[in-house]
């Protein structure tokens, strides 16, 4: 796993909005808890180009004559350079089947979405009118901030929330962003074990969460146990019913160590690995393995990771009013968290409550394997059940039986 330490933002000559994160080192897996690591693999994205009007190479002395007058006319008026706003990845969410009739009319109203990261800036205008529960466990800061040193927090919040330009996939969800994860001063996002599980506890108990979201994660190998604070908290999560999405890790290629990151190999916990343009599994989303640590088989539908979404040159919010690309199982996570903000909005009844057991996470789950169903056997260790179809998934969920 190459280090992180020589990633820098680099504004696009051809457009200063977005930024690329250059990484002359293949993005891979490491040792410690990172939101850009097992989350956050960035590329360099396409340059937009800017139409600052064509060269016309005549002979003719007069029509020359006559389109540089034109010309000048024009660069007077204003309207000789044209300002193209941003890209956007809208394949992406296409792809996720985010156009699927189904969901029409859905933006994940009266869902409450918890995010573990490295915080939020609101100061991008894709925020405006957004109001969120900000919870800071870095320092001490009454309003939202992003402590990452890639703006990594607000990257993932982008995906869910933005309000303009590239909408988010559930721009009505009730958001809560805890910051846990900084810069540790030489460019990683990182946090310890026990803060992570803290900020999973705030995320049940204080700001009681439907979802929570986790685009960061740690090894399950030497030096954590797979019953840490953070997988124990995630196990308190689900058993009473609140949905955990969480980054399987971009440790893929020839270093995967065949497992994928803590917390989603929690068992009902969803591990989701990243997809490509078209829908082939991205080269270093992380392997998963049905032979957990202790010796004991996975079982449907918890066979790790369960689903891949789109993780390839994702487009979303940056500082300001920049706009970021990256790639990795981060995005992926996102567009999971979002699919399944619509599906409580339309199946209220799935969302935790005093009496619930876990076992509607069971069923959606279960839903969520049947609608992405795309192997001989029905789960592969790299792609798990196939990739995430947002749409049939809700369909799905409306067919199965009624769980408490």
């Known amino acids: 796993?190459?280090?992180?330490?020589?990633?820098?933002?680099?504004?696009?000559?051809?457009?200063?909005?977005?930024?690329?994160?250059?990484?002359?080192?293949?993005?891979?897996?490491?040792?410690?808890?990172?939101?850009?690591?097992?989350?956050?693999?960035?590329?360099?994205?396409?340059?937009?180009?800017?139409?600052?009007?064509?060269?016309?190479?005549?002979?003719?002395?007069?029509?020359?004559?006559?389109?540089?007058?034109?010309?000048?006319?024009?660069?007077?008026?204003?309207?000789?350079?044209?300002?193209?706003?941003?890209?956007?990845?809208?394949?992406?969410?296409?792809?996720?089947?985010?156009?699927?009739?189904?969901?029409?009319?859905?933006?994940?109203?009266?869902?409450?979405?918890?995010?573990?990261?490295?915080?939020?800036?609101?100061?991008?205008?894709?925020?405006?009118?957004?109001?969120?529960?900000?919870?800071?466990?870095?320092?001490?800061?009454?309003?939202?901030?992003d402590y990452g040193s890639l703006a990594h927090g607000t990257l993932m919040a982008g995906l869910l929330i933005a309000q303009s330009h590239q909408v988010g996939m559930s721009p009505n969800i009730q958001l809560g962003m805890v910051a846990a994860l900084g810069d540790d001063g030489t460019g990683k996002n990182t946090a310890d074990e026990t803060s992570v599980s803290q900020a999973i506890d705030w995320c049940i108990d204080t700001f009681s969460a439907d979802i929570i979201s986790l685009s960061l994660g740690g090894t399950q190998g030497n030096g954590m146990s797979r019953e840490g604070p953070s997988a124990s908290v995630t196990r308190r999560a689900v058993d009473m019913g609140i949905f955990v999405v969480a980054a399987a890790g971009n440790d893929g290629g020839t270093d995967d160590d065949g497992r994928v990151s803590v917390p989603s190999n929690v068992a009902r916990a969803i591990s989701v690995g990243a997809s490509t343009k078209g829908g082939e599994v991205w080269s270093n989303s992380s392997l998963g393995t049905q032979t957990k640590l202790n010796g004991e088989q996975r079982s449907n539908p918890n066979l790790k990771p369960e689903i891949i979404a789109p993780g390839e040159s994702i487009i979303s919010t940056g500082r300001g009013d920049r706009w970021y690309s990256s790639s990795g199982t981060s995005d992926a996570t996102v567009f999971v968290t979002a699919a399944l903000a619509l599906i409580l909005e339309d199946q209220p009844n799935l969302k935790p409550n005093a009496n619930s057991n876990g076992s509607c996470i069971d069923t959606v789950k279960n839903a969520l394997r049947l609608s992405a169903q795309s192997t001989a056997d029905g789960h592969s260790d790299k792609t798990g059940y196939g990739e995430l179809n947002a749409g049939k998934w809700l369909l799905t969920v409306r067919t199965m039986p009624t769980c408490q």
Not at 25 to 51: L, N, Y
Not at 99 to 120: A, K, N
């Open 1 to 145: 796993m190459g280090s992180l330490d020589s990633v820098e933002l680099l504004p696009e000559p051809d457009d200063s909005r977005i930024l690329s994160a250059i990484d002359p080192s293949a993005v891979g897996f490491q040792d410690e808890w990172r939101a850009e690591v097992t989350g956050w693999a960035p590329v360099m994205p396409q340059p937009i180009k800017r139409v600052r009007g064509r060269r016309f190479l005549v002979t003719n002395g007069i029509l020359f004559s006559i389109l540089a007058v034109l010309m000048l006319w024009i660069w007077q008026s204003g309207y000789f350079l044209i300002d193209l706003p941003p890209p956007k990845s809208d394949w992406a969410a296409e792809q996720a089947g985010f156009s699927d009739p189904s969901l029409d009319g859905l933006t994940g109203e009266g869902v409450r979405v918890c995010m573990v990261d490295t915080g939020i800036d609101l100061t991008n205008s894709a925020f405006n009118g957004v109001d969120i529960t900000f919870k800071d466990m870095i320092g001490d800061s009454g309003t939202p901030v």
